[in-house]
């Protein structure tokens, strides 16, 4: 069974259509990551997933509950951390998971949990005291407070420093050992690429590409492109002397590499031509060139509409 299904999703805001017919669904104990701009309408789709929102059509599915009217079931079996996690002021991380567990009416030794967030320095400062990276931290511990089989993250490394960042990413990491499933959003291309088993690109309420990392790429990217740096006379000679597709810009020419024919046609031209060329390397469209490429495509067709 899917640890999470929607099919059809939907959700306005007046005039405003945040989530416009959205389905995918996760597998129990995988990492599945939506990706989009601000106002994408990931929050929104994860708050529906939460029980915190009531769509206005299409289903969700979590654990196989629907999370409006299960709440209160659904609740002992997640954990979440909303976007921008907030706390009171004066409990110390170790008092605020003696409160959830307490809440949550279970037995948890908060130093425990706190290692396993890799926050047992910081067990007795104040949570006004702690530095981003360590409230997010705290915020992790309180979401597994309950052992919950779903985890829903919004967006938690924003903000942090790439020493931090890593340190959730590891905690995260640890979760999907543990055979929790896992929803992320993030706004950084190389942390899902780093965590997620499959991601989702939302883009105005709408998902514009799922699968693998890698699927996507080949998918929607441009294959692969040797670039080298080289005078015009290089972009001359191989336009003149071979049936490769070449650009140049900037001091540099970029060949389209279509089969592996291409690399070494292009190869051997280079050096024929007794060009003057150096810095040489094949590079293959990131998650990034494609999010940037599909997301601002979107933009465009909406600014001439
Ligand atoms: N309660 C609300 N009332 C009115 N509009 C809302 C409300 N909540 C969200 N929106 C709008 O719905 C759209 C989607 O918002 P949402 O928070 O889901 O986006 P997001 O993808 O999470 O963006 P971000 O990356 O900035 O967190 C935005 O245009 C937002 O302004
Ligand atoms: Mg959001």
Do not use: C
Request: net charge negative; glycine share 10%; no cysteine.
């Amino acid at each position: 069974m899917s640890a999470i299904e929607v099919a059809g999703l939907e959700k306005s805001y007046g005039q405003l259509r945040a989530v416009g017919g959205v389905s995918f669904s996760v597998r129990k104990g995988e990492v599945f990551s939506l990706l989009g701009p601000n106002g994408a309408g990931k929050t929104t789709t994860i708050e529906i997933l939460e029980g915190l929102r009531r769509q206005d059509g299409g289903t969700a599915r979590v654990l196989g509950l629907d999370p409006w009217h299960k709440g209160y079931e659904l609740h002992e079996r997640i954990g979440v951390i909303p976007q921008g996690f907030k706390f009171l002021d004066y409990p110390t991380p170790r008092e605020a998971i003696a409160y959830y567990a307490a809440l949550f009416n279970r037995r948890v030794e908060p130093d425990e949990m706190l290692r396993r967030v890799i926050l047992e320095d910081a067990a007795n400062v104040w949570f006004q005291n702690l530095s981003g990276g360590q409230k997010q931290k705290l915020g992790m511990a309180l979401s597994l407070v309950n052992d919950p089989e779903v985890v829903f993250l919004d967006e938690p490394t924003t903000g942090l420093d790439p020493q931090a960042r890593r340190a959730v990413w590891e905690v995260i990491r640890k979760l999907k050992n543990e055979g929790r499933t896992v929803m992320l959003t993030t706004h950084y291309l190389e942390e899902a690429e780093e965590l997620a088993d499959r991601v989702a690109i939302m883009n105005h309420g709408k998902i514009v590409a799922m699968g693998t990392t890698g699927e996507i790429e080949s998918k929607f990217g441009s294959g692969q492109k040797m670039m080298v740096k080289a005078k015009d006379d290089l972009l001359t000679y191989l336009r003149e002397n071979t049936k490769l597709q070449v650009e140049g810009e900037a001091g540099t020419v970029t060949i389209r590499l279509r089969d592996k024919d291409d690399a070494l046609v292009a190869l051997g031209a280079i050096e024929e031509s007794g060009t003057d060329w150096g810095d040489l390397n094949v590079k293959r469209d990131s998650l990034e060139d494609v999010f940037l490429r599909l997301v601002g495509e979107e933009g465009r067709e909406e600014g001439t509409e």
